[in-house]
């Protein structure tokens, strides 16, 4: 298994979680062109495609992936919010199981400004439990028996102190992304017994600094971690 990063950050979101035979696509936030290029244009891979909330660099290339027969799961919320209507349309609940395919997925509510969020546990039988967490200012679960983690490490308080922004941007920034102190927070709150693999996603192009955030990561957990950038993959 490998996940294989085709866009992170405010400008488009976009993961491949690819086995040899199965791709299961996080986020509809890159053009269809550039999922059939990452996958050598072999479309009979696909199970699915699962999304997170209606933002645009999540979700701005749904209708595409609609209209090209791609099953995309979504909550309720979401689905309204971007009023679309589709028979490749899924509507899924927090807390409420699923199966694409070979990938158990287990959605569950995060913290953002928008109609219904949410994150996802994600199972496979060759690579254990994903979790995929990502625009939300704090996880309200945890879990057990983690094999690898994405999630958002999007600012730093010091950066975002120092910048001369609006205070309405700073403020949203507070209310609905994870800080790099809010991250560690949260690694250090689940069982990272198991974990083989942290990627840290959605950086703010102004508010972050990559590579301070993998040391601190890696200095706190112990674990490998990679920051998601555009042609990255990740051997699982």
């Known amino acids: 298994m490998k996940i294989t990063v085709l866009a992170s950050g405010s400008s488009g979101n976009g993961y491949l979680l690819e086995s040899d035979n199965s791709c299961l696509i996080i986020e509809a936030g890159v053009k269809l062109s550039e999922v059939k290029e990452a996958l050598n244009y072999n479309m009979s891979k696909i199970c699915g495609c699962i999304v997170t909330h ?12 609609l209209r090209n027969g791609i099953k995309c799961y979504m909550s309720a919320g979401t689905a309204e ?10 509507k899924i609940a927090p807390k409420i199981a699923f199966k694409i395919g070979g990938y ?17 546990l994600i199972n496979h039988i060759e690579c254990g439990n994903v979790l ?9 679960n945890t879990f057990k028996g983690l094999n690898h983690i994405l999630i958002e490490c999007n600012y ?33 709150a689940n069982d990272l017994s198991k ?6 996603i959605h950086l703010s192009n102004d508010h972050s600094n990559a590579a301070e955030f ?19 993959v990740i051997a699982l």
């Open 104 to 120: 158990k997925i287990l959605p569950f509510h995060t913290k953002h400004d928008c109609k219904e969020p949410m994150g996802y």
């Open 156 to 188: 730093s308080d010091e950066l975002l102190g120092n910048d001369d922004i609006a205070l309405s941007r700073k403020k949203r920034l507070l209310t609905s992304h994870l800080s790099i102190d809010t991250c560690i927070g949260a690694l250090r």
């Open 132 to 140: 995929f967490a990502t625009d939300t200012y704090y996880l309200p």
């Open 54 to 65: 209606e933002h645009k660099d999540h979700s701005g290339y749904i209708k595409e992936y």
């Open 195 to 200: 974990v083989q693999n942290i990627v840290l």
């Open 214 to 232: 993998k040391a601190r990561v890696e200095n706190e957990t112990g674990i490998p971690t990679t920051i998601a950038e555009k042609g990255v």
């Open 81 to 90: 919010t971007l009023n679309i209507d589709s028979p490749y349309l899924q």
